[in-house]
Nanobody, 126 residues
Framework: QVQLVQSGGGSVQAGGSLKLSCAAS????????VAWFRQTPGKEREFVGS???????DYDDSVKGRFTITTDNTQDTVFLQMNNLKPEDTAVYFC????????????????????WGQGTQVTVSS
């Protein structure tokens, strides 16, 4: 069964950078849309950005221009490069994949994603 394994994260001062990774297998991201969400205590998971199966990238306005989603050549790993981090970016970050191949609908709805990574903490201090 496919799993999403996250790595990266940690603590950084405001203005710094971090890079998160989300690894799968079987060139999953060439057929399935993947997204990054984040969550703070007491709040619902918030859409950060997504990479549609065909390669189109979308970002929430709150991170546009600061965060970048990429994949490696094998399309087995998706990265979230986070630059110019702000304290309000502090959250647990999750990668998620839609279970249906070639589905690029409802990109920003957490409930429409079927497979989730374990989450990784990102803490930005002022």
């Amino acid at each position: 069964q496919v799993q999403l394994v996250q790595s990266g994260g940690g603590s950084v001062q405001a203005g710094g950078s971090l890079k998160l990774s989300c690894a799968a297998s079987g060139r999953l991201f060439s057929r399935n849309t993947v997204a990054w969400f984040r969550q703070t205590p007491g709040k619902e998971r918030e859409f950060v950005g997504s990479r549609r199966w065909m390669g189109i990238i979308d970002y929430d306005d709150s991170v546009k221009g600061r965060f970048t989603i990429t994949t490696d050549n094998t399309q087995d790993t998706v990265f979230l490069q986070m630059n110019n981090l702000k304290p309000e970016d502090t959250a647990v970050y999750f990668c998620a994949v839609k279970g249906t191949e070639y589905d690029s609908t409802s990109l920003n709805l957490a409930k429409d994603y079927d497979l989730w990574g374990q989450g990784t903490q990102v803490t930005v201090s002022s």
